[in-house]
């Protein structure tokens, strides 16, 4: 089954939105409840990620018996280093987007953390392309 | 009767309600659908939290409870009295007016549910350190919170605190202590006062404990008329009245803020089942940031506004504040027996593993939850999405529920019953056959 959602950038007030719709969904299908928060906490880091730094982007959850894949594609700024991105720590956000209490540079660790498996590919001044899987049983 | 099942304190008096639906658009599960012209509220749903009961105008909403004529079953009458109780009278009547009409009513011992918070705050302080890495750490004072998260957020059960409420503590140290005195543990009644549903329900079945410790529950309501009489009626003359009081924290432990102010580290306080349920959510989604200590309760002002609570609630946290202030200046320490029992009570606290009983899923079987969750979407976007409750259930959603899990069906819906009529494929007659199958015969009745 599959489900999409859009995101805006800029919106902070709104991020979120979909991880909690996401969760909603997983509740019905008699998954490991860890299994589900696992994968909500990485779509909501991922979801601030799109606000905190691209123009928009659109996400769609995959889910069948055996997986649940997540694709977050953003139109944006792009990521310079993917590798600096995954460190603990390391942060792009701007000091706006800082103050409101968004932009620790937790993100991207933090989603590998709460995932089987993870990808990203990322293209400068086009977007960057974040997808994760997490394994049902 | 499966022994993990919830026992609940809140029924529908078939006899009274007259199916208006107010208790199903409050309830905070969802665990409530009209049929028949009565509101029926499922058992696995429900949480025992109460919000029905204030919302019912008919009364119809009832809550079991023991008799007073229980007590005759017991040498020794124990009543266990939590502070909102002695919160519900001002100064006009003195708290030892108040123990010597319980005295009248056939208690032999009044003992104060929070003092047992004197040996509790030292294991949750304990608790609270051992466990740091649990974030947020949720305190399972209020049971209807604890059945909420059993319940709505099966991921969040195992960050709930496995200690006992107050009243177990004080339950247990009651009963040891007439044990010592030569009873056995079969001739101690011990009884305890309740503010609301939920501590009825955990006190019948205790969430993460298979024994009860409690022998009856006397609803709070109830007894403060009776309390009132026997003092109205020329007072009691029992002569005899031992007041131990609880701490200044037992006093306030009840009230919102109650625990959480005795810990360290981020804490935060949220009160009233809807903001707790999302403020809960927030949680699920790792969107609250690391909170070391939560402390959630059901009623908006936590225990003073029990359902069974007859005063308001405001007044009640003053009379409890003021009770505070005044033993927080008195500078005799009171040591109740309670402490020399401290160590057989730390080792009697913990409660056992709490279960999820989760209720959103549409399946055992999860490819079978896929298929299903599909129809529920496909349903979900047929109807009207006005939640207006004409079909019997709460919302559009919870109708389409019913519908993919064959406890509904999607004619109950008046909008798609004009559509099917308009389009041939259903009478006048079908369509006010399956109204009066929700809402009973209502018109010219």
Redesign the interface.
């Given at each position: 089954?599959k489900l999409d959602y859009e995101i805006k950038g800029g919106d902070f007030a709104s991020a979120?939105s979909a991880?909690?719709q996401v969760?909603?969904?997983l509740?019905?299908?008699?998954?490991d409840?860890?299994l589900?928060?696992k994968t909500?906490?990485a779509l909501?880091?991922a979801e601030v990620n799109v606000v905190a730094h691209a123009w928009s982007g659109q996400i769609s959850v995959d889910?069948?018996?055996s997986r649940i894949i997540i694709s977050i594609k953003d139109k944006g700024p792009g990521i310079a280093s993917i590798d600096r991105a995954m460190e603990k720590g390391y942060s792009t956000a701007s000091q706006k987007v800082r103050d409101m209490g968004f932009g620790a540079g937790m993100g991207l660790p933090n989603i590998k953390n709460n995932t089987d498996k993870m990808s990203i590919s990322s293209v400068i001044e086009e977007g960057t392309h974040l997808q994760f899987e997490n394994y049902?049983? | 009767m499966d022994p993990h099942a919830f026992h609940h304190a809140l029924y529908v008096d078939t006899e009274l309600c007259t199916g208006c639906s107010h208790c199903m658009r409050v309830c905070p599960t969802e665990a409530i659908r009209v049929r028949n012209g009565i509101a029926c509220i499922d058992p696995e749903k429900c949480i025992d939290c109460g919000n029905c009961y204030r919302a019912c105008p008919a009364n119809a909403i009832a809550v079991e409870q023991d008799d007073l004529e229980k007590l005759n079953n017991y040498s020794v009458k124990i009543a266990l009295v939590p502070s909102v109780f002695i919160g519900q009278f001002t100064e006009e009547h003195s708290i030892e007016s108040v123990y010597s009409a319980l005295h009248t009513l056939g208690f032999d011992t009044i003992f104060e549910v929070e003092n047992g918070v004197e040996v509790l705050l030292e294991k949750l302080k304990q608790y609270v350190w051992q466990n740091r890495k649990t974030k947020p750490l949720i305190s399972s004072y209020c049971p209807a919170v604890v059945r909420l998260i059993q319940v709505k957020y099966p991921a969040l059960v195992e960050n709930i605190i496995r200690l006992k409420p107050p009243q177990d503590i004080s339950a247990t140290y009651c009963r040891q202590l007439y044990i010592d005195k030569g009873f056995t543990a079969d001739q101690i009644g011990i009884f305890y006062i309740t503010p609301c549903a939920a501590k009825i329900a955990a006190a019948k079945s205790p969430v993460g404990d298979s024994s009860t410790i409690l022998d009856g529950v006397i609803n709070m309501d109830y007894i403060y008329n009776r309390v009132l009489q026997v003092i109205h009626q020329g007072g009691s003359d029992y002569q005899e009245v031992d007041v131990v009081s609880p701490s200044e924290k037992g006093i306030r432990w009840s009230l919102t803020r109650g625990e959480g102010t005795h810990i360290d580290g981020r804490v935060l306080a949220v009160d009233g089942i809807r903001d707790v349920s999302n403020f809960l959510e927030k949680v699920e989604l790792g969107h609250a940031g690391a909170i070391d200590f939560l402390e959630l309760r059901a009623c908006k002002e936590s225990c003073a506004a029990g359902i069974l609570t007859p005063g308001n609630p405001f007044l009640t946290v003053e009379n409890l504040d003021k009770r505070a202030a005044k033993k927080g200046k008195s500078c005799t320490v009171y040591r109740d027996q309670i402490d020399t029992y401290r160590e057989f009570l730390s080792e009697r606290i913990e409660t056992d593993e709490i279960q999820a009983r989760p209720i959103a899923q549409l399946d055992q079987n999860v490819s079978e939850a896929i298929e299903r969750l599909q129809q529920l979407k496909c349903v979900l976007e047929s109807l009207p999405g006005i939640d207006c409750g004409a079909c019997g259930a709460p919302s559009c959603h919870s109708l389409a529920e019913d519908v993919v899990l064959n406890q509904g069906e999607l004619s109950q819906c008046p909008f798609m019953n004009i559509k099917s009529i308009k389009e041939g494929r259903m009478s006048i007659n079908d369509a006010e056959e399956v109204t009066e199958r929700v809402w009973g015969k209502r018109i010219g009745r």
């Open positions: 089954m979120g991880s909690s969760k909603k969904v509740a019905r299908l008699n998954l409840p860890k589900v928060r909500v906490v909501y880091e889910i069948d018996p049902i049983r | -």
